[in-house]
T-cell receptor, first 112, second 115 residues
Framework: EAGVVQSPRYKIIEKKQPVAFWCNPI?????LYWYRQNLGQGPELLIR????????DSQLPKDRFSAERLKGVDSTLKIQPAELGDSAVYLC??????????FGPGTRLTVL | AQSVTQPDIHITVSEGASLELRCNYS??????LFWYVQSPGQGLQLLLK??????LVQGIKGFEAEFKRSQSSFNLRKPSVHWSDAAEYFC?????????????FGSGTRLSIRP
């Protein structure tokens, strides 16, 4: 069974540029999560989807971050414009309902 | 509000030695507890989880953890570490009622293995 797929794995951009990350969850998993992991820290939830509905986006900085999961399967997280402080690893996870979360390999973003 | 503390930022043990990684949590009710491992450049892999039942939980790769309600702890143990165990380990806590949808992660413990 394929795991959670994320792309790209690495991204380097200059500040004020836009960037997007893509995630394809495990087949059949209706719940999808985006996390941000700063260096030396644990992951912090940005947004959680149940099917196509964002049910928890309280930690998403909505002035520059946006996410979508239009058909309730894959998802895109966007930052526009990026700031230096956005440099981090962005992790996607999925689960069947509220069961155990399974994580993708992440996208390492460097903002110069 | 729930929280997780991993007091050890970095631990080094010799290959073949035993290991214990500490995790303390704060939660008002019965928590849902997890240990994840993250190898360099990889995502998080679930080692084990606990919600109810036997307080000693067996996981993958020879790891186990023990839930001690009186100490609000969920320490991870392994009797004999291998060089491949070098990684970052994260403890996480979620609300009870078997929900893993809103979990909080600790800041992690980096494990190094001495040859």
């Amino acid at each position: 069974e394929a795991g959670v797929v994320q792309s790209p794995r690495y991204k380097i951009i200059e500040k004020k540029q836009p960037v997007a990350f893509w995630c394809n969850p495990i087949s059949g998993h209706n719940t999808l999560y985006w996390y941000r992991q700063n260096l030396g820290q644990g992951p912090e939830l940005l947004i959680r989807y149940e099917n196509e509905e964002a049910v928890d986006d309280s930690q998403l900085p909505k002035d520059r971050f946006s996410a979508e999961r239009l058909k309730g399967v894959d998802s895109t997280l966007k930052i526009q414009p990026a700031e230096l402080g956005d440099s981090a690893v962005y992790l996607c996870a999925s689960s069947l309902g509220t069961d155990t979360q399974y994580f993708g390999p992440g996208t390492r973003l460097t903002v110069l | 509000a729930q929280s997780v503390t991993q007091p050890d930022i970095h631990i080094t043990v010799s290959e073949g030695a035993s290991l214990e990684l500490r995790c303390n949590y704060s939660y008002g009710a019965t928590p849902y507890l997890f240990w994840y491992v993250q190898s360099p450049g990889q995502g998080l892999q679930l080692l084990l989880k606990y919600f109810s039942g036997d307080t000693l939980v067996q996981g993958i790769k020879g790891f186990e953890a023990e839930f001690k309600r009186s100490q609000s702890s969920f320490n991870l143990r392994k009797p004999s570490v291998h060089w491949s165990d070098a990684a970052e380990y994260f403890c996480a806590v979620g609300p009870g009622y078997s929900s893993a949808s809103k979990i909080i992660f600790g800041s992690g413990t980096r494990l190094s293995i001495r040859p």
